[in-house]
């Protein structure tokens, strides 16, 4: 194929999206490109001063079925379609009467954005764009010969070699071209999955997985690796909402780390604070307002937070930024925050923070994916959550008001932590995390470690553990990971419960004088 510059002499234009619109169709007309549109795209050009020709005038045939059928006519997809290096193509044009188009400019009826607003059936149905996807496609396929423009961006980068070459390369079409079967790969995924899920289908015969890229990453999670942020349309809030007011571009571990840090803060109603590193809270921590949150956050694991990522679940106010700063801090999150907080964080340039006007619901369902050699695992969002009213008490002792607030606490902690995991809570705040251990006895002797050492480093006198509460994410098979809680200074316990020895454990329990209650809900983090 030739790469010298095609020269437009006719283009259909026919947008939802109008930004950028009448710049270029405006553009088109001075150069005295022949315009063919329809409906509210014809309308705004005309009213911008755009000579327009309706598509059915071009093709002499009405539009028919409410608008339904307007472009599916040979006029139109063989204007599109025509080769025009081939002959007896052009033959065939001419004998049926039928003038190229050298440029469509197309974005589809808005069905995702009527699915997000919560539209009903009827009208999520009528917002299924046909005649848009098959022009996308024709020219696409004939881009040889045919520009193809699917995103409002597009006008000005064509107009612009345009301008400058006098009309569109073979390399500018072909990038086109595959932006367009992306598009409509993406509108089809769309409308896939709500389909499925009208038809109570959550793991559909197939599943097609669309997204936008957002950026691309200097690397992976190491520098031998390429990777990108891709968003998935679903706008929960958190890093695809986020706005950065300043730092350094932001990692592929950063954008990783920084999601589970939101995603855990967000668990609580209470002025929250929880810090993150490699994926795992080191230290979370609710109170009456988010500095003393971050001081007992800190207190938690202040070694492992040096290079953390901080999440908050409210505005950021100066108290809490000057806390935050005094260490060395890669990203800060939060819903938004004040002026005063963010001139303390402008001090630190290096830092990023990131505002994302929400927080995401902990209960919300949706779906979550897993690269496997071969393919993908899905499942649902975890969005389990226990409450007082659901939990069983298996031991001889109840526990008190304060040990089943820290309980509850400590459990929605664990739902975060990388299994097998291991929380110590007291005051509604972490005290030890054992994360990711191959047992779970490691796990509650490397929460309990931790501890002592984060004591030894406050100048206590005693270990944090020490009076405090402990969850597990998953049962304990044996007493012996319970026995070392109880050694650690744990006086209440909160696991699933399930296991064929839980009697050996509930045993063990009594013995120590713990209370112990079961949820009958695990949380394995992978």
């Given at each position: 194929?030739?790469?010298?510059?095609?020269?437009?002499?006719?283009?259909?234009?026919?947008?939802?999206?109008?930004?950028?619109?009448?710049?270029?169709?405006?553009?088109?007309?001075?150069?005295?490109?022949?315009?063919?549109?329809?409906?509210?795209?014809?309308?705004?050009?005309?009213?911008?001063?755009?000579?327009?020709?309706?598509?059915?005038?071009?093709?002499?045939?009405?539009?028919?079925?409410?608008?339904?059928?307007?472009?599916?006519?040979?006029?139109?997809?063989?204007?599109?379609?025509?080769?025009?290096?081939?002959?007896?193509?052009?033959?065939?044009?001419?004998?049926?009467?039928?003038?190229?188009?050298?440029?469509?400019?197309?974005?589809?009826?808005?069905?995702?954005?009527?699915?997000?607003?919560?539209?009903?059936?009827?009208?999520?149905?009528?917002?299924?764009?046909?005649?848009?996807?098959?022009?996308?496609?024709?020219?696409a396929?004939?881009?040889?010969?045919?520009?193809?423009?699917?995103?409002?961006?597009?006008?000005?980068?064509?107009?612009?070699?345009i301008?400058?070459?006098?009309?569109?390369?073979?390399?500018?079409?072909?990038?086109?071209?595959?932006?367009?079967?992306?598009?409509?790969?993406?509108?089809?995924?769309?409308?896939?999955?709500?389909?499925?899920?009208?038809?109570?289908?959550?793991?559909?015969?197939?599943?097609?997985?669309?997204?936008?890229?957002?950026?691309?990453?200097?690397?992976?999670?190491?520098?031998h690796?390429?990777?990108?942020?891709?968003?998935?349309?679903s706008?929960?809030?958190?890093?695809?909402?986020?706005?950065?007011?300043?730092?350094?571009?932001?990692?592929?571990?950063?954008?990783?780390?920084?999601?589970?840090?939101?995603?855990?803060?967000?668990?609580?109603?209470?002025p929250?604070?929880?810090?993150?590193?490699?994926?795992?809270?080191?230290?979370?921590?609710?109170?009456?307002?988010?500095?003393?949150?971050?001081?007992?956050?800190?207190?938690?694991?202040?070694?492992?937070?040096?290079?953390?990522?901080?999440?908050?679940?409210?505005?950021?106010?100066?108290?809490?930024?000057e806390?935050?700063?005094?260490?060395?801090?890669?990203?800060?999150i939060?819903?938004?925050?004040?002026?005063?907080?963010?001139?303390?964080?402008?001090?630190?340039?290096?830092?990023?923070?990131?505002?994302t006007?929400?927080?995401?619901?902990?209960?919300a369902?949706?779906?979550?994916?897993?690269?496997?050699s071969?393919?993908?695992?899905?499942?649902?969002?975890?969005?389990?959550?226990?409450?007082?009213?659901?939990?069983?008490?298996?031991?001889?002792?109840?526990?008190?008001?304060?040990?089943?607030?820290?309980?509850?606490?400590?459990?929605?902690?664990?739902?975060?932590?990388?299994?097998?995991?291991?929380?110590?809570?007291?005051?509604?705040?972490?005290?030890?995390?054992g994360?990711?251990?191959?047992?779970?006895?490691?796990?509650?002797?490397?929460?309990?470690?931790?501890?002592?050492?984060?004591?030894?480093?406050?100048?206590?006198?005693?270990?944090?553990?020490?009076?405090?509460?402990?969850a597990?994410d998953?049962?304990?098979?044996?007493?012996?990971?319970?026995?070392?809680?109880?050694?650690?200074?744990?006086?209440?316990?909160?696991?699933?419960?399930?296991?064929?020895?839980?009697a050996?454990?509930?045993?063990?329990?009594?013995?120590?004088?713990?209370?112990?209650?079961?949820?009958?809900?695990?949380?394995?983090?992978?």
């Open positions: 194929m030739s790469d010298t510059p095609l020269p437009l002499r006719r283009a259909l234009i026919s947008v939802s999206d109008k930004t950028g619109l009448i710049e270029f169709g405006r553009f088109l007309a001075a150069r005295g490109v022949e315009v063919l549109s329809t409906g509210g795209t014809a309308k705004a050009l005309r009213e911008a001063g755009v000579p327009v020709k309706d598509v059915s005038e071009h093709s002499g045939f009405p539009e028919i079925l409410d608008g339904r059928v307007k472009t599916l006519v040979p006029q139109v997809h063989g204007g599109i379609l025509g080769r025009r290096d081939l002959a007896d193509h052009l033959a065939q044009m001419d004998q049926h009467g039928i003038a190229p188009i050298d440029l469509v400019a197309v974005n589809l009826y808005p069905f995702e954005a009527t699915v997000a607003k919560g539209a009903g059936f009827e009208e999520c149905i009528e917002n299924i764009d046909i005649g848009g996807p098959a022009m996308i496609r024709s020219a396929k004939n881009h040889a010969h045919v520009a193809v423009l699917t995103e409002p961006q597009h006008f000005a980068e064509v107009q612009a070699e301008e400058a070459k006098g009309g569109t390369t073979l390399a500018t079409r072909r990038r086109l071209a595959a932006a367009a079967y992306a598009r409509t790969a993406a509108y089809d995924a769309a409308i896939s999955f709500w389909f499925a899920k009208q038809e109570g289908q959550d793991f559909p015969p197939r599943l097609a997985v669309a997204g936008v890229l957002k950026q691309t990453l200097r690397y992976g999670e190491n520098p690796q390429s990777a990108g942020f891709y968003l998935d349309g706008a929960r809030p958190g890093i695809a909402t986020a706005v950065q007011v300043q730092g350094k571009e932001l990692s592929y571990n950063n954008l990783n780390d920084t999601d589970a840090a939101y995603e855990c803060v967000a668990e609580f109603a209470e929250a604070i929880t810090i993150v590193k490699h994926a795992n809270p080191c230290g979370v921590a609710v109170a009456g307002d988010l500095a003393t949150a971050w001081d007992r956050a800190l207190l938690c694991d202040p070694v492992s937070a040096f290079g953390g990522i901080v999440a908050a679940n409210r505005v950021l106010d100066a108290a809490a930024a806390k935050i700063t005094a260490i060395f801090t890669e990203v800060v939060a819903p938004d925050a004040d002026e005063a907080a963010r001139a303390i964080f402008a001090k630190k340039k290096n830092l990023r923070l990131l505002l006007g929400g927080l995401p619901d902990p209960a369902a949706g779906m979550v994916f897993k690269s496997v071969g393919g993908f695992l899905a499942q649902s969002r975890d969005a389990g959550r226990v409450a007082e009213a659901g939990l069983k008490v298996v031991t001889r002792r109840v526990p008190s008001a304060e040990e089943l607030a820290d309980l509850i606490f400590a459990f929605r902690v664990c739902k975060h932590v990388k299994s097998n995991a291991i929380i110590y809570a007291k005051g509604l705040a972490t005290v030890g995390i994360a990711g251990q191959m047992n779970r006895v490691e796990s509650s002797r490397i929460a309990a470690w931790k501890s002592e050492a984060a004591a030894k480093a406050a100048g206590l006198p005693e270990p944090l553990a020490k009076g405090s509460v402990v597990s998953a049962f304990f098979p044996f007493a012996d990971g319970l026995e070392t809680a109880a050694a650690a200074g744990a006086t209440a316990v909160i696991q699933p419960g399930g296991s064929m020895r839980d050996e454990v509930i045993a063990a329990a009594d013995a120590a004088g713990l209370a112990m209650v079961f949820t009958g809900m695990r949380h394995f983090r992978h």
